[in-house]
């Protein structure tokens, strides 16, 4: 019986740990990151469907999006474990903003395509990037 006991309280704390994570990691309210969650992941199924991916590259992808940002804060500047001075220079100059949740919904798409054997072409994934995040000016890049 203490066994149990020992094991219920221990699932418990790590229960009540997962709820403080918002606050801790995203330091935005419940609501809100189940918002930024959302939008990321139908950012995912819009590009996907018009790549025509398959359903489990997309549940990958979903997967992906959201495990990246257990770690990263949705408001975090740089990936965790790096420094702003490894960071700089990854990212071209008009994008260098941070850690856009777009971006890395698209990279999370990419990658998913890779692992689930639904590959599509860079190429491919940008211009449908662009032409699902700038639909008034026919998907252009700038």
Not at 3 to 13: P, T
Not at 66 to 76: D, I, L, T
Request: contains cysteine; charged residues 25%.
């Amino acid at each position: 019986a203490g066994w149990i006991l020992r094991h219920a309280a221990s699932v418990f704390s790590r229960k009540n740990m997962f709820r403080k994570w918002p606050k801790k990691i995203h330091h935005m309210p419940q609501s809100e990151l189940n918002k930024a969650r959302w939008d990321g992941c139908d950012f995912i199924t819009k590009i996907g469907n018009g790549l025509n991916m398959h359903k489990p590259a997309l549940s990958c992808a979903y997967v992906l999006f959201n495990r990246f940002y257990a770690h990263n804060g949705f408001r975090a500047a740089v990936p965790a474990g790096w420094s702003a001075e490894e960071w700089k220079g990854y990212i071209p100059p008009p994008y260098d903003t941070g850690l856009s949740w777009r971006m890395v919904a698209v990279a999370s798409l990419f990658l998913a395509g890779k692992v689930e054997d639904n590959p599509k072409k860079i190429q491919d994934v940008a211009r449908q990037f662009h032409q699902v995040d700038r639909p008034h000016d026919g998907g252009h890049p700038r």
